[in-house]
C-alpha cells in the first residue's frame, strides 16, 4: 500500500521524462583538463572553455579545438572555478573569472583575437565577505553580474550559502543568505535568476533544490523566492549535488546532476522534460551551449576512465543557448546575431 502510494507521488513527471544521450568529445585519453573540471563558458564564435586547464586550479583553457590556455590566475592559492563571456560598451568581448579562493571576479579585457587570450586582467570585483565565488550568471542589459558560494559543513545552515552582485563598476553587494548555494543562472528575459540550494545534516547531503527570484536586472534586486525544483519530491535524488545550470533562448533550464551523471531539463514551468546521460563523466560539474549555432551542449566533469581527468560529452539539440544568443545579439557595434537565434522566450527589459 505504502509503496503503491509512493510510486504515485513520484509523479507522471518525473517518470515521462525523456531520456537523451551525449556522446564523448574530450576522452580522458585525449584530455588536457584535470579532473576538477568546471566553470564551462562560451564566447561569441561558440568556443567552449573550462577550468583546471593542465591540471591546474588556476587556469582556463579552451576546450574546443585544440585544447590550450585561455587565462592563468596570479597568486599561488588562486582557484578559478566559474568563468562567462560578455561584450563591453564599445562592442569588444570581455570575459570573467572568479577566484574562490581569494574572493574576487577578474574582468579580462583586450582580446587578442577569436579564440584568443586576454592581454588585460584586473579584479572586478572582491569582497573578503563572499564565500567563495563558486559560480557566476550575467544579465547583459545592465552588464551585473551574479554569485553563488558555499562553505561545506556537515551539518549546514543558513549562511552556508551566499548570493552576491556586483554592477558594472564592480561594486559588490551581498543579495542573501542560503544552506550551500552552486548553480547559478539567469533567465533569458531576465526577469529570473535560478540558484541551487543544497542542505547536509550529520555529514549527508539531504536536500537539493532549485531556488527561483523576481530578478530586477538594473538594481539586482532579487524577491518572491520560492522553490523551482526539488529533488527529493521529484525523483528521491535529493542526495545528488546540482552544479552548474544554464538556459536556453526558450527557458529551458539545463542543471548538472554532480554525482548521478546526468542533467536534468526543465521547462520554465518547472515541468522535469528530460534527463541527458554522459558516458563519459561520472560527476558532472557544468555545462553550457555552444558549437557554431550555439546548439551543442558541451557538458563536463570527471571521467569515468580516468579520476584524474576531466572530460566532456556533447549533446547536439536544437535550441540556441541564451549565453550565446546573448553575445551574438547584444548591442556592441559590428556584432551580429547567430543565424536562427530567436527569441521566444519573452522579449528582453532594456533599462
Ligand atoms: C564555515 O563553517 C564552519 C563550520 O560551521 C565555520 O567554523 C566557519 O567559520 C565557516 N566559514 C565561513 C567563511 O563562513
Not at 567563495?132 to 559543513?153: E, H, K, V, W
Amino acid at each position: 500500500m505504502k509503496i503503491v502510494l509512493a510510486l504515485a507521488l513520484l509523479g507522471a513527471s518525473a517518470l515521462a521524462a525523456t531520456e537523451l544521450q551525449a556522446s564523448p568529445f574530450i576522452a580522458a585519453a585525449d584530455s588536457r583538463f584535470g579532473a576538477t573540471i568546471e566553470g564551462a563558458a562560451v564566447d561569441r564564435a561558440g568556443s567552449i572553455y573550462a577550468v583546471d586547464f593542465d591540471s591546474s586550479a588556476a587556469q582556463a583553457g579552451l576546450v574546443t579545438g585544440k585544447q590550450r590556455l585561455l587565462f592563468k590566475a596570479p597568486g599561488a592559492d588562486a582557484l578559478v572555478n566559474g568563468i562567462r563571456f560578455a561584450t563591453d560598451k564599445l562592442g569588444a568581448e570581455e570575459a570573467y573569472v572568479v577566484d574562490a579562493a581569494q574572493h574576487q571576479v577578474y574582468r579580462l579585457t583586450g582580446r587578442q583575437g577569436a579564440d584568443g587570450t586576454f592581454a588585460g586582467a584586473n579584479v572586478f570585483c572582491k569582497d573578503s565577505a563572499m564565500l567563495q565565488p563558486n559560480d557566476i550568471a550575467i544579465a547583459p542589459s545592465s552588464g551585473r553580474i551574479f554569485l553563488s558560494g558555499m562553505n561545506y559543513t556537515s551539518d549546514s545552515v543558513v549562511g552556508n550559502g551566499d548570493l552576491w552582485t556586483c554592477d558594472p563598476t564592480g561594486a559588490a553587494q551581498r543579495l542573501g543568505q542560503f544552506h550551500r548555494t552552486n548553480g547559478i543562472e539567469v533567465s533569458p528575459d531576465e526577469t529570473r535568476l535560478y540558484l541551487s540550494e543544497a542542505e547536509n545534516k550529520g555529514g549527508a547531503v539531504v536536500a537539493n533544490r532549485v531556488l527561483a527570484f523576481d530578478l530586477d536586472p538594473a538594481s539586482g534586486a532579487v524577491a518572491n523566492k520560492r522553490v523551482f525544483v526539488d529533488f527529493g519530491k521529484l525523483d528521491s535524488t535529493a542526495a545528488a549535488d546540482i552544479d552548474g545550470m544554464r538556459t536556453d533562448v526558450n527557458g529551458n533550464l539545463y542543471v548538472t546532476r554532480n554525482g548521478i551523471g546526468k542533467v536534468a531539463v526543465f521547462d520554465p514551468s518547472g515541468q522535469l522534460t528530460a534527463y541527458i546521460t554522459t558516458p563519459s563523466i561520472d560527476s558532472v560539474t557544468n555545462l553550457e551551449f555552444g558549437g557554431p549555432k550555439g546548439t551543442d551542449l558541451f557538458i563536463v566533469g570527471k571521467c569515468k576512465a580516468d579520476g584524474t581527468k576531466g572530460c566532456v560529452d556533447v549533446y547536439h539539440g536544437t535550441a540556441v543557448g541564451n549565453a550565446f544568443h546573448d553575445l551574438g545579439s547584444s548591442s556592441g557595434a559590428g556584432s551580429v546575431p547567430p543565424a536562427g537565434c530567436g527569441k521566444t522566450g519573452g522579449r528582453r527589459r532594456r533599462r
